[in-house]
């Protein structure tokens, strides 16, 4: 476990009596990163985060949090974390502005960046919280998150309740903190947001860590479907020898495969005749998730 790291976790091990929350969790964050942590609800990606932030305590295990221990050093911690919880509630009465100036108060926030925030997000900060929609509160949990310039944003399930115009804003924003240097925590179950903004990933299922990978290197191994219409007739056999290459099907000039990795040798062989029409399904990390997922199924049931 490195001392160094934004995020660092050792053997982080976390049950509600006798359920389970988390069990041997190891990870490293690296400074400047957005890191997410994907997984499905209650696998336990916000027991992880609880436990960062000294909101709980782990059963077994350890971690440091800008270095620094997160039980000891927790008040510490806060100070220099944005941290936005997965069930973002606050004061009704306060209106969004007077919310906003008292963590600008509390954690030595900038009011200014607020409205600045405010402005991108389109929220109305006169309006009382209690009158906010759902959407709008999660706004002001951004807001408040991100106004205090903190090295470290650990943000559950950000996106919530945002309409997708307000979700690719949010992603831009992110890259562009991200580029500042700062470090950036995602938990989330959406896996077209993490491709998006994520640099690494790690996939938790049931409370264990079951891969940390590059974005970069999961999608070498997503799966991209190809449809490509020629204007003459082509050989099937010729493109089942291409590596990575799966389901050729071939009718009336058309021809249908999938494609792991690399579109480059498909192409080329492609380009040999004339191409009237060609298209591919966006790759996903859908399938790469599942993938792994399954993986443990067949682990599980092994050892069964």
Known sequence: MSNNAPISSKNLTKFYGKHRGISGVNLEINEGEVF???GPNGAGKTTCIRIFLDFIR???GSATVLGMDSRSESLEIRRNTGYLPGDFITYEKLTAEELLQYFANLRGGHLSKARVLAERFDLDLSRKIGELSRGNRQKVGLIQA???DPKLLILDEPTTGLDPLLQQEFHALVLEEAAS???IFVSSHVLPEVEIICDRVGIIREGSIVAVEEVATLRKQTVTKIAIEFEEAVSKADFEKIAGVSEVAIKDHHLT???TGSLDSLI??????TVVNLQSGHPALEEVFLTFYNQSDETAKTAD
């Not at 080329?268 to 005749?273: C, E, N, Q």
């Open 268 to 273: 080329k062989l492609a380009a040999k005749y």
């Open 181 to 183: 240097g700062k470090t």
């Open 36 to 38: 997410g942590l994907l």
């Open 146 to 148: 991100f106004m205090s």
């Open 257 to 259: 495969c999938n494609v």
């Open 58 to 60: 782990p059963t077994s």
